[in-house]
């Protein structure tokens, strides 16, 4: 099974300041169509999860633009370039090219 | 507006069985893969299983297989989850969502204990 390594699993950050969250995976997500399967969730307290990026770096509809994803390969970043007080939440990443499916571990971002 | 909704969920015994239903509303049900996503108390998110729109094809995490089993009804744009055998360590909230996560229900708790 592929796994994902999340770090820093425990994010403080100060108001306004930027955040980053890696993810690496145990072997290459490149899926035999070409493309690369994966995602990022944002799950608040009490909520359910929410997608915020699919395939590496595209944005679901509703998620601001300070919030992008990057990377390929195996290594992969979600980045925060101001964060904001809603921004509180455990962050997973997650591959979907290799059955089975695997998450990241989450990392937790609190305000500092 | 798309909507999942979870149902199913309990109490059971250790060895019991129980099946979670998920009925979607709001997207061309027979066009999506879903998938059934769990996460225990306090911890992390775990994938469970999913199956292709047609339900030809279905795949579990190790750690259910051969004790669960993932179905839909397109007809009635209605994801199932048959598990049996359960265990201590399956006590979770158990979320359906579309195929690589666009949509997620609120989930359904399922609590194994004696």
């Known amino acids: 099974d592929v796994v994902m390594t999340q770090s820093p699993l425990s994010l403080p950050v100060t108001l306004g300041q930027p955040a980053s969250i890696s993810c690496r995976s145990s072997q290459s997500l490149v899926h035999r169509d070409g493309n690369i399967y994966l995602n990022w969730f944002q799950q608040r307290p009490g909520q359910s999860p929410r997608r915020l990026i699919y395939?590496?770096?595209n944005r679901d509809s509703g998620v601001p633009d300070r919030i992008s994803g990057s990377g390929s390969g195996t290594d992969f970043t979600l980045k925060i370039s101001r964060v904001e007080a809603e921004d509180v939440a455990t962050y997973y990443c997650i591959q979907g090219t290799h059955w089975p499916y695997t998450f990241g571990q989450g990392t937790k971002l609190e305000i500092k | 507006e798309v909507q999942l909704v979870e149902s199913g969920g309990g109490l059971v015994q250790p060895g019991g069985s129980l099946r979670l239903s998920c009925a979607a509303s709001?997207?061309?049900?027979?066009?999506?893969?879903m998938t059934w996503v769990r996460q225990a108390p306090g911890k992390g998110l775990e994938w469970v299983s999913s199956?292709?729109?047609?339900?030809?094809?279905?795949y579990y995490a190790d750690s259910v297989k051969g004790r669960f089993t993932i179905s839909r009804d397109n007809s009635k744009n209605t994801l199932s989850l048959q598990m049996n055998t359960l265990r201590a360590e399956d006590t979770a909230i158990y979320y359906c969502a579309t195929g690589r996560g666009t949509y997620w229900g609120r989930g359904t708790l399922v609590i194994v204990a004696s």
């Open positions: 709001g997207l061309t049900f027979n066009r999506n893969a």
């Open positions: 199956i292709y729109d047609n339900g030809d094809s279905t």
């Open positions: 395939k590496v770096s």
